[in-house]
């Protein structure tokens, strides 16, 4: 089955900071997804990729569809107190159409 | 704009018990999914739904059932709870499948004793 490794496992960051997330897989992958979860609520949707190289942004944060299609990572600039919480990659498309693979997660902790 | 709904938000069921995790999404969505989340190992997706009438398994389908009979709704049933279903549920919708992204509820904790 497919590999999909998301790293670092958390982080402990200064306000003001930068934070780079990434995710990698052994399976190429059509969408890269990036979420967002606080404490007791569900994932939040934060930058949606489709096509491969690409690099959007939103706001402080950047992310970018590798051009193998096998990865992605997400950068934060300027880190703020609320961006703490857990970041998600979820890859879909390729061999899994129809369904979302989530990584293991990096939470993040920002200290003022 | 209610988006995802899941009731309820807590429960606590003993070794044995039945119950059914409720799910309804007011935006028309095809897709729906059950996920459960447990600590160090993000999102599993359990089952899921391309439309009503159609359900699939995903990849931690065990002792978890599905049906969509509806659009809006997409319950998920735990026939005989045990320990290892303690988890964080969650279920999301989305316009349709391929990548699409999903919009998830809060989340229902289960805790089975």
């Known amino acids: 089955g497919q590999q999909l490794n998301q790293s670092p496992q958390s982080m402990f960051i200064q306000e003001g900071e930068d934070v780079s997330m990434n995710c990698t897989s052994s399976s190429i992958f059509n969408t890269w997804l990036w979420y967002k979860q606080e404490p007791g609520e569900g994932p939040v949707l934060l930058i949606a990729?489709?096509?491969?190289?690409e690099l959007t942004s939103n706001g402080r944060l950047t992310a970018q569809f590798g051009i193998t299609r096998k990865d992605s990572f997400l950068n934060i600039s300027a880190s703020i107190p609320s961006d703490v919480g857990i970041y998600f990659c979820?890859?879909?498309?390729?061999?899994?159409?129809?369904?979302?693979?989530f990584g293991q997660g990096t939470i993040l902790t920002v200290h003022p | 704009n209610a988006g995802v709904t899941q009731t309820p938000k807590f429960q606590v069921l003993k070794t044995g018990q039945s119950m059914t995790l409720q799910c309804a999404q007011d935006m028309n969505h095809e897709y729906m999914s059950w996920y459960r989340q447990d600590p160090g190992m993000g999102l599993r997706l359990i089952h899921y739904?391309?439309?009503?009438?159609?359900?699939d398994q995903g990849e931690v389908p065990n002792g978890y059932n599905v049906s969509r009979s509806t659009t809006e709704d997409f319950p998920l049933r735990l026939l005989s709870a045990a320990p290892s279903q303690t988890s964080v549920y969650f279920c999301?919708?989305?316009?349709?499948?391929?990548?699409?992204?999903?919009?998830f509820g809060d989340g229902t904790r289960l805790s089975i004793l």
């Open positions: 990729l489709y096509k491969a190289g």
């Open positions: 739904s391309v439309g009503a009438g159609i359900t």
């Open positions: 979820a890859p879909s498309g390729g061999t899994s159409y129809g369904k979302l693979t």
């Open positions: 999301a919708s989305s316009r349709r499948p391929g990548g699409q992204p999903q919009h």
